[in-house]
């Protein structure tokens, strides 16, 4: 098993690259499952670890955790406040709009009411697309196939936001078994070799408990990177950085907050 890919590291936080596939913590959905991102962090480093926040099993990417209490609270406190803006990297089916504002309520799929019961909650996500690809292969109904490499900015944290707004609005991630399309998924699993859910968090701008900003930014890896070189768009990866600065950054990410619930 490969050492988790640390990006920060101080006497109060650190940042790790969660793999795509591997559960935060243990969980009544996965009863059976045996490895954590938590307990695998905590033995690397030789530490208790702390979570502020959370990602969903099959999405990669950037993740916080505190190394003491008092530090984890701080962070809590800044997503719940909504002071931590989120940038995530997509691969969709079809040509998604160049840039769109995606708000659509969503209802909660988990409860003890039906789904069609469950109030509406508020749900806003910024899209913009970066890239696009026409394949030659006739996936579904049409001779070609079409596929976007989409960034998108949570501006509220829903549970499986991203996903599903993306879904609703015709354009569903690949690898996405919940929200997708099967042809799709299996396609990309067998002939592309990337058999999972495209969506990674790159980049996260918070508050520092102990004072200043963190400016945190790190590309997908494994599949998810070489099925971008194989479409030519490595160059709308982000840089590997993190920067812990004096006061709030000057950023495309600076105003764009989130809250602490998985995507």
């Given at each position: 098993?490969?050492?988790?890919?640390i990006l920060?590291?101080?006497?109060?936080?650190?940042?790790?690259?969660?793999?795509?596939?591997?559960?935060?913590?243990r969980?009544?959905?996965?009863?059976?499952?045996?490895?954590?991102?938590?307990?695998?962090?905590?033995?690397?480093?030789?530490?208790?670890?702390?979570?502020?926040?959370?990602?969903?099993?099959?999405?990669?990417?950037?993740?916080v955790?505190?190394l003491?209490?008092?530090?984890?609270r701080?962070?809590?406190?800044?997503?719940?406040?909504?002071?931590v803006?989120?940038?995530?990297?997509?691969?969709?089916?079809?040509?998604?709009?160049?840039q769109?504002?995606?708000?659509?309520g969503l209802?909660?799929?988990?409860?003890?009411l039906p789904?069609?019961?469950?109030?509406?909650?508020?749900?806003i996500?910024?899209?913009r697309?970066?890239?696009?690809?026409?394949?030659?292969?006739?996936i579904d109904?049409?001779?070609?196939?079409?596929?976007?490499?989409?960034?998108?900015?949570?501006?509220?944290?829903?549970r499986?936001?991203?996903?599903?707004?993306?879904?609703?609005?015709g354009?569903?991630?690949?690898?996405?078994?919940?929200?997708?399309k099967?042809?799709?998924?299996?396609?990309?699993?067998?002939?592309?070799?990337?058999?999972?859910?495209?969506?990674?968090?790159?980049?996260?701008?918070?508050p520092?408990?102990?004072?200043?900003?963190?400016?945190l930014?790190?590309?997908?890896?494994?599949?998810?990177?070489?099925?971008?070189?194989?479409?030519?768009?490595?160059?709308?990866?982000p840089?590997?950085?993190?920067?812990?600065?004096?006061?709030?950054?000057?950023?495309?990410?600076?105003?764009?907050?989130?809250?602490?619930?998985?995507?």
């Open positions: 098993m490969l050492p988790l890919d920060f590291q101080d006497d109060v936080l650190v940042v790790v690259q969660k793999p795509s596939g591997l559960l935060v913590h969980s009544p959905i996965d009863k059976h499952e045996t490895e954590f991102l938590l307990q695998r962090l905590r033995d690397q480093i030789g530490m208790h670890v702390f979570p502020v926040h959370r990602l969903d099993r099959p999405t990669s990417g950037l993740m955790f505190g003491s209490p008092e530090a984890a701080k962070l809590s406190t800044a997503f719940e406040e909504q002071r803006s989120k940038r995530y990297l997509a691969v969709v089916r079809g040509v998604a709009p160049e769109e504002r995606l708000d659509y209802r909660k799929e988990e409860g003890r789904k069609a019961q469950m109030p509406e909650q508020e749900a996500t910024d899209i697309r970066l890239a696009q690809v026409e394949l030659p292969v006739a109904r049409y001779p070609q196939s079409r596929f976007s490499l989409v960034e998108a900015r949570p501006l509220t944290g829903r499986h936001q991203i996903r599903r707004h993306l879904s609703r609005r354009y569903p991630i690949i690898g996405d078994a919940r929200h997708g099967g042809n799709y998924n299996r396609y990309f699993a067998s002939t592309l070799e990337c058999p999972r859910l495209l969506l990674a968090a790159v980049g996260l701008e918070l520092h408990p102990e004072g200043g900003w963190l400016r930014s790190c590309p997908p890896d494994g599949a998810y990177a070489a099925l971008l070189a194989r479409f030519g768009w490595l160059g709308h990866l840089e590997r950085h993190a920067i812990h600065q004096a006061e709030r950054p000057e950023s495309d990410l600076a105003g764009r907050p989130t809250d602490d619930l998985p995507e």
